[in-house]
């Protein structure tokens, strides 16, 4: 028996193996179809990643991984030799061995054999002898053999990236998420001693020197620990060129998927929880987006779509983007729908952006069919709420025959930010820094009053909307509005004046979630810890810019109003 943590290291080693492999061998067809000769670089790059996990299968007892990489290979070799040209059968029989070896993978953690697999391993076998035994034509220029890998040492075979064992060390998730944890907690204890308010008043030379080295030294730990979870997202962008390779194939479309910004890096969990969202949206793009190749060709277009991926950081934000140049969002479609729906009224003028936001609501969809791959309507909520559950927030572009734009937002961190404390009727409230603007204090004679009672404010020769973040919490009780200091609010491309009591300076704000009894509140992103042991809401400024107007912030159950 073998040890569990070698197995481990293999799973690990192979489902990184596959997401290398996957693009590689998509993309030895496109250049195939393209150029008329084999891309010998990528052939020789998949057949190694292949015999690396074939070794390594071998090692653990693997038999049914292990004859299916063995059959992958004497196809492969076919192709290394030139004695058949590659065909859409061909990577097709390759991909369904991948998609085995992701099904067996799971579940070897528990049972460590995959013996029970058998059955299906021996269909996969036969369909990579069948796509070996299709006739076709030989290779125009031939491809000259390069020296096939060696069968490498029991530690080559175990850890497929060889050189990423040498200089890199595998730490579980749950780790690092607890070391998080910890160096939250540490800026919540630092806070409480430098802040505390027994010492108020007092002034102690040597006590502030250390508490200066202390903030200092839990500042680089603090940047260390977060950096530890930040993880490039080519990765994940990699797994969507089979998605877009795949969805093409079935709805009959020619799609090129473009990757930007893979070298971004984003928090691992981050991109552990968009994996599905963004495979959901590349499927759309494709299936929805992009148009059939004659249409194309009639309206002027190339007949092959083109979708991109792009991230960036941007301000205090992750921005990842899945753009098509299809044939754009139906607008006319989804009013009628929303009005067939109830959502609403006849007649209503709504803005182009938030009748683009009526396409995340349960159940709407505007296909006129469903097929296989979409239009169920079921999908583009649970896009929506999961970044949402994440803290971020999606935006929609489009455009009439130029395509389409879901652009994701993400705070840059997930645990600690940069925050604004303000004071509003004794009780201290948490803006995220990265949304304030300006602050300035509130002069009446400044304010305009609309039909209906709204404020606005004039301010660098724009209009604003006003309103008190004790109305919006729901306080009844007034104080003097000659107090109040404006926070200029930005987010999502809309701006917003904010009236306030106190404002108290900036801190490094530890994000806790809100005990699960209460639910979820719009409005409101979580909590955290003052140095009195007190505890403050964080607020949610997308939740306000949405929520202005309605006079409260209301429970996802229960309702009720924040005071």
């Known amino acids: 028996m073998f040890d569990p943590e070698l197995l481990k290291g293999f799973i690990s080693d192979s489902l990184e193996m596959l997401d290398e492999v996957e693009p590689h061998i998509v993309q030895l067809q496109r250049e195939f179809e393209e150029k008329g000769v084999i891309n010998r670089d990528t052939l020789n790059e998949i057949f190694r990643l292949f015999h690396s996990l074939k070794g390594a299968s071998a090692f653990l007892g693997l038999e049914n991984i292990n004859k299916v990489m063995h059959e992958a290979e004497n196809l492969l070799g076919a192709l ?86 040498k200089t890199d060390i595998r730490v579980d998730l749950d780790k690092l998420n607890e070391l998080n944890d910890l160096v939250g907690e540490l800026v919540i204890a630092e806070t409480m001693v430098v802040r505390n308010p027994d ?98 060709e009639r309206l002027g277009k190339p007949r092959k779509g083109l979708i991109e991926l792009e991230a960036r950081h941007e301000g205090g934000e992750v921005l990842i983007s899945v753009r098509d140049d299809g044939k ?21 003028v709504i803005p182009d952006e938030e009748v683009f936001q009526l396409i995340f609501l349960p159940g709407f969809s505007t296909a006129k069919s469903v097929t296989e791959i979409s239009g169920r309507g079921v999908g583009m909520d649970v896009v929506k709420s999961r970044v949402e559950e994440l803290r971020g927030w999606v935006e929609v572009k489009s455009a009439p025959g130029e395509g389409t734009s879901f652009i994701l937002h993400f705070p840059l961190t997930l645990a600690i930010i940069d925050g604004l404390l303000v004071k509003v009727n004794g009780h201290i409230y948490v803006l995220p820094l990265y949304a304030v603007k300006e602050l300035f204090p509130l002069d009446l004679k400044d304010i305009t009053f609309l039909p209906g009672g709204k404020k606005v404010i004039k301010r660098h020769g724009k209009l604003h909307p006003v309103v008190s973040l004790r109305e919006l919490l729901g306080i009844r009780e007034k104080e003097r509005n000659e107090g109040e200091i404006l926070v200029l609010l930005e987010q999502k491309g809309k701006e917003l004046c904010l009236g306030v009591d106190e404002v108290l300076g900036q801190r490094d704000t530890v994000i806790k979630p809100l005990p699960k009894r209460l639910g979820r509140i719009t409005g409101i992103s979580g909590c955290s810890i003052l140095e009195d042991g007190g505890v403050c809401l964080i607020i949610d400024v ?19 109003e924040i005071c």
């Open 328 to 348: 754009g969002l139906d607008k006319e479609a989804i009013l009628k729908k929303a009005r067939e729906k109830g959502l609403i009224q006849p007649g209503a």
């Open 542 to 560: 997308q939740g306000i810019l949405e929520r202005v107007g309605s006079g409260n912030f209301q429970h996802s159950k229960g309702g009720g």
């Open 80 to 165: 290394r030799e030139g004695r058949i040209k590659i065909s859409a059968k061909h990577v097709e029989a390759i991909l369904l061995g991948c998609d085995f070896i992701r099904k067996v993978l799971p579940e070897l953690q528990e049972k460590e054999t995959d013996k029970e697999f058998e059955g299906e391993s021996q269909r996969v076998i036969e369909e990579l002898r069948k796509s070996l035994m299709e006739p076709s034509e030989k290779v125009q220029e031939e491809i000259p053999l390069s020296e096939v890998p060696k069968d490498e040492d029991i530690s080559e075979r175990v850890s497929i990236t060889q050189k990423k064992v």
């Open 199 to 296: 010492l108020k008043g007092y002034r102690f030379e040597n006590f502030e020197k250390a508490a200066h080295q202390l903030h200092r030294i839990i500042s680089s730990l603090q940047d260390l620990a977060m950096s530890l979870r930040m993880v490039p997202i080519g990765g994940l962008f990699r797994r969507m060129i089979r998605v877009a390779y795949d969805t093409a194939r079935r709805s009959g479309k020619e799609v090129e998927l473009i990757l930007k910004g893979e070298e971004t890096e984003v928090d691992k969990t981050v991109i552990e929880a968009i994996s599905d969202p963004l495979v959901h949206l590349v499927r759309n793009a494709v299936d929805h987006g992009i148009e059939p190749p004659m249409e194309r």
